[in-house]
């Protein structure tokens, strides 16, 4: 697509249950990222992907985080055994650019997950 | 990591007045930064960039200003308009993991 698209626009899950976001970056974007943003306060890192190279997981808040992206295209972000403080606003950015490149960051419109 | 997990401040002036906002960074390895601005319900959208070998870049209406020495960065906005209200967000390259806290932008008319 023209942009970068993510799904479910909302979500509205259990405590405890698993839930799947999935983001569908702008066609030939080697990066990926996910960020989170709680109501009213900054975007707060998760994940990035960089074409072939492991990606960099170092702003996943806990092992129940996890994330995946298949064929360096479709990222898949995972939170096992949710808990109400995951609820946010979930959102996921490609780019064309990495490493020693530059590029504007293009976001999707969010997943917005609230956990009850 | 270093994650901002702030409440925004906010900026509050008056329509037709100039805003500046600003952001400071702690990577001095930082090389190249971004403004973001988020509507409410939207994800960032891209304003205005900047490589750390320039100290200025002019947009439309907008000018991001670049201090290495004390890493700081702001971004002015000419003219504020009620469409400029929202969140901004700065973004550095070298520090790719942590956008600024961000500013909320309040116009009022």
């Known amino acids: 697509g023209a942009g970068v698209s993510q799904s479910p626009s909302n979500k509205v899950t259990e405590k405890g249950k698993d839930v799947e976001l999935r983001c569908d970056p702008i066609?030939?974007?080697?990066?990926l990222y996910w960020y989170r943003q709680s109501l009213g306060q900054g975007l707060e890192f998760l994940i990035y992907f960089q074409g072939n190279s492991a990606p960099d997981k170092s702003g996943l808040p806990s092992d129940r985080f996890s994330a995946e992206r298949t064929g360096g295209s479709v990222s898949t972000l995972t939170i096992q055994r949710t808990q109400q403080e995951d609820s946010a606003v979930y959102l996921c950015a490609s780019s064309s650019g990495g490493g020693t490149l530059r590029g504007e960051l293009f976001f999707g419109e969010g997943s917005r997950l609230t956990v009850l | 990591g270093e994650n901002v997990g702030l409440h925004l401040p906010t900026l509050s002036v008056q329509e037709g007045d100039n805003s500046i906002i600003n952001c400071a960074y702690s990577?001095?390895?930082?090389?190249?930064f971004i403004w973001y601005k988020q509507e409410s319900g939207k994800g960032p959208q891209f304003i205005i960039d900047?490589?750390?070998?320039?100290d200025k870049r002019q947009g439309q209406r907008v000018t991001v200003l670049l201090n290495k020495t004390v890493k700081h960065l702001s971004l002015q906005i000419a003219a504020t308009q009620p469409g400029d209200s929202a969140v901004y967000f700065c973004?550095?390259?070298?520090?790719?993991?942590?956008f600024g806290a961000g500013t909320i932008l309040r116009v009022k008319s």
């Open positions: 973004w550095g390259y070298g520090n790719k993991l942590v």
């Open positions: 990577n001095s390895a930082s090389d190249y």
């Open positions: 900047i490589r750390s070998n320039m």
């Open positions: 066609s030939g974007h080697t990066a």
